[in-house]
C-alpha cells in the first residue's frame, strides 16, 4: 500500500521548493484533511508577503515521524544538502521533494511500524484529498508539447543514427570480405547476429539520453517519469527520439517468407531497417515496414502476459496447497498439521518480515585508515580508543565475510531502526 499515480504526481510538485500559498490557500488545501489541527504555523517566508511552502502543507498531514533519505533522483554525490535528499524531523519536512522511492521503501512503513495502521490510513486518506484539491486548483496535464525537441537535439539524433548504421555496414561488410573477427566459439552467423543486435541495442539508451536533455525541467512528462507515478525513461526515449531495434525471442526479427523479414526488402538484407530496427519516434510516426515490426513484438508481448498468467497463477496455488497446514508454535518453530518441524524459527530469524528495514551503515567501505582516523579518541583515553578501533574491525570483517558473504554493502536489514530511535530520542 502506498501513494501511487495522481496522488504521487500531486505530492511531488506540492513539494517542490518553489511551491508556495496565501494564508487563504493554505487553509483552503488544510480544510480536506482528517489530521489537521487548525493550527497554522510561521510563514516559510513573509518578503513580500507571508507565504507558506507545500512542504509545511505535507508536514500539517505527518505525525511527529523521522526520516532521512534520498528520493529516487538523488545524486549521492551531492551529499545530503542536495534538495533531493528528504529530511522529516519530529514530522516537519525540512527539506526535499518526496517521490515514489521515499513512499514505496520508508514512508508508509514506517508510520505502519512506528504508529499504527489507523494512522498510516488517516495520513493516506489525508493526502489524497489534499492532493486532488492542490492538482484542481494548479492543474496537470501532458500534451503534445511536452515531446516535442529542439532542432539541434534532432540533428543530434539522426547523426548519431548515421554513425550506427556505418557501423552496421562495416560489420556486413566484414563478413562478405571474409575477414570478421570471431572468437566466441560460435558460428559467423550467430556471433554476427549478436554484435549487430548488441550494438543496434544500445542506440535507444543513448538517443533517449539525448531526447530526455533536451526537455525542461517542469516537463510534464518527464515530472511522471522522475516522481514514479508512471512510465519510464524508455517510454519518452520512444515517442521523441526513436523506437529501436524490436525483438522476438531475444533476436532481431527473423526471415519470414522468400528470405526477407517484409516484401519491403530485398532477399538476405540483413540491415539494421531490414532486421526490424525502428528509427521513427512516435512523435514522427511510423512508416508501414516500421509498423508491421512494431506489431510483431506487440503480438509477441500480448501472448507473454497470457501464458505467464496461467503459469504463475498455478505455481502460486501450488505453493499456497503445499503451505496451507504451516503455523508457528509456542516455542517458536513452524511445523505442519503432523508436528513435523520444517524450520525451527520462523523464517530462520523468528522476525516477522512486515517489521524488517534496511538501515544504513558506513563501516564496510571505510579502509583500516579511515577507520583509525574517523574513530580515534584523545590521549587521554587511547588504550581504550585501541580497543574500540579493534572491535570496529571485527565487526566490519563479520559483516563482509559473514552477512554479505563477501559483498560490499551499504546496508542491513533488522526490526529496530536504531539511527531513528536515536535521532527520535534527542
Given amino acids: 500500500m502506498s501513494v501511487v499515480q495522481d496522488t504521487l504526481v500531486g505530492v511531488n510538485r506540492l513539494t517542490r521548493p518553489t511551491e508556495f500559498f496565501t494564508r487563504r490557500e493554505y487553509m483552503n488545501l488544510l480544510v480536506h484533511s482528517k489530521r489537521w489541527d487548525g493550527r497554522i504555523p510561521p510563514p516559510a517566508k513573509t518578503d513580500p508577503l507571508p507565504l507558506w511552502s507545500g512542504q509545511q502543507v505535507v508536514s500539517a498531514l505527518l505525525p511527529a515521524v523521522y526520516l532521512a533519505m534520498g528520493n529516487k533522483v538523488w545524486d549521492e554525490e551531492k551529499g545530503k544538502s542536495d534538495p533531493n535528499y528528504v529530511i522529516i524531523q519530529n514530522g516537519t519536512v525540512q527539506q526535499g521533494v518526496l517521490d515514489g522511492d521515499i513512499f514505496d521503501k520508508a514512508l508508509i512503513h514506517i508510520l505502519y511500524n512506528d504508529f499504527s495502521p489507523e494512522m498510516t490510513i488517516d495520513f493516506l486518506d489525508s493526502l489524497q484529498a489534499v492532493v486532488a484539491a492542490y492538482l484542481q486548483n494548479s492543474g496537470f496535464s501532458v500534451g503534445l508539447s511536452d515531446l516535442i525537441a529542439d532542432g539541434e537535439t534532432l540533428e543530434t539524433i ?129 512508416n508501414p515496414a516500421e509498423f508491421f515490426f512494431h506489431a510483431m513484438t506487440g503480438r509477441e508481448g500480448l501472448i507473454d502476459t497470457a501464458v505467464k498468467t496461467a503459469d504463475s497463477g498455478y505455481m502460486q496455488r501450488q505453493l499456497v496447497k503445499t503451505m496451507e497446514d504451516l503455523m508457528t508454535y509456542h516455542d517458536g518453530s513452524v511445523r505442519d498439521a503432523g508436528g513435523l518441524i520444517v524450520q525451527f524459527a520462523y523464517g530462520d530469524d523468528g522476525t516477522s518480515a512486515t517489521k524488517i528495514e534496511n538501515q544504513p551503515i558506513g563501516i564496510a567501505k571505510l579502509s583500516d585508515s579511515e577507520i583509525r582516523e574517523r574513530f580515534t579518541v584523545a590521549d587521554a583515553a587511547a588504550a581504550a580508543s585501541q580497543a574500540h578501533i579493534s572491535a570496529i574491525f571485527t565487526d566490519r570483517d563479520i559483516l563482509v565475510n559473514n552477512v554479505w558473504n563477501g559483498r560490499v554493502d551499504k546496508t542491513v536489514q533488522s526490526a529496530v531502526h536504531l539511527p531513528r530511535l536515536i535521532a527520535n530520542a534527542i
Avoid: W
Wanted: glycine share 10%; net charge positive; hydrophobic share 35%.
Fill in 158 to 286: 539522426a547523426g548519431d543514427l548515421s554513425e550506427l548504421k556505418k557501423k552496421i555496414e562495416s560489420i556486413q561488410l566484414q563478413v562478405h570480405m571474409g575477414v570478421f573477427d570471431n572468437t566466441s566459439g560460435r558460428t559467423n552467423q550467430e556471433e554476427f547476429e549478436s554484435k549487430v543486435f548488441q550494438t543496434l541495442d544500445k542506440s535507444i539508451g543513448a538517443a533517449g539520453k539525448t531526447g530526455l536533455r533536451s526537455l525542461a525541467s517542469n516537463n510534464r512528462m518527464v515530472n511522471m517519469v522522475k516522481c514514479g507515478s508512471k512510465g519510464a525513461d524508455l517510454n519518452i526515449a520512444q515517442m521523441i527520439a526513436l523506437l529501436g531495434q524490436q525483438s522476438i525471442e531475444g533476436k532481431r526479427i527473423a526471415y519470414g517468407f522468400q528470405d526477407r523479414t517484409l516484401p519491403h526488402f530485398k532477399r538476405y538484407d540483413d540491415g539494421a531497417d531490414a532486421r526490424g530496427f525502428i528509427e521513427s519516434s512516435f512523435v514522427k510516426g511510423l
